[in-house]
């Protein structure tokens, strides 16, 4: 839905060469695991000659191996309000991020002038999260013979109470 979303916006408002704004992130690549939260960040740049207004900045996140992403589940804010730049005046923008789904994604920011017919895209981050194991079978010998042992002995030593009282 968001990537659609972000195709439509870049239908309706197609870039021209007279955009003022660039968007640089930060890395290039970046990996971690399932569960792991990154940190994504990009400068935005007025590199007009006019201030730009107030500026809407939005991290996207699409998937390189048909991994299904729901945008909400990797960010609580995928959206932000950014301040007016002047000529030449730049601003920081992170998104904190958790990865929730193994696979190759790239990850990129579009940032949207207020009143403007042009947005801006980074290039993109190329992310690879690895999947976690979360079970894993080692130690599970001794407390599968541990725990029958220790019930048999209880049931045992019940057994023999309850005969020594009658």
């Known amino acids: 839905m968001r990537l659609l979303l972000a195709v439509l916006v870049l239908v309706l ?3 021209t060469a007279s955009a003022t704004v660039e968007v640089t992130m930060s890395e290039s690549r970046i990996a971690g695991a399932v569960g792991q939260y990154l940190n994504i960040s990009s400068t935005v740049t007025n590199t ?9 900045a939005h991290l996207n996140v699409a ?32 998104w904190d991020v958790q990865a929730v789904n193994a696979g190759v994604f790239n990850v990129y920011a579009v940032v949207l002038p207020d009143g403007s017919a042009s947005l801006s895209v980074s290039p993109p981050i190329h992310l690879e999260v690895a999947g976690r194991r979360t ?3 080692g130690g599970a010998l001794p407390i599968a013979l541990i725990v029958p042992l220790l019930l048999g002995i209880v049931v045992y030593a019940v057994r023999r109470r309850l005969r020594t009282t009658t």
């Open 63 to 94: 998937s390189s191996n048909g991994v299904y992403v729901d945008l909400e589940d990797w960010t609580a804010a995928p959206t932000q309000s950014l301040p007016a730049l002047g000529p030449g005046e730049s601003t920081e923008v992170s």
């Open 13 to 15: 408002f197609p870039a």
């Open 135 to 137: 079970l894993s079978a």
């Open 48 to 56: 007009g000659s006019s201030p730009t207004g107030k500026l809407i």
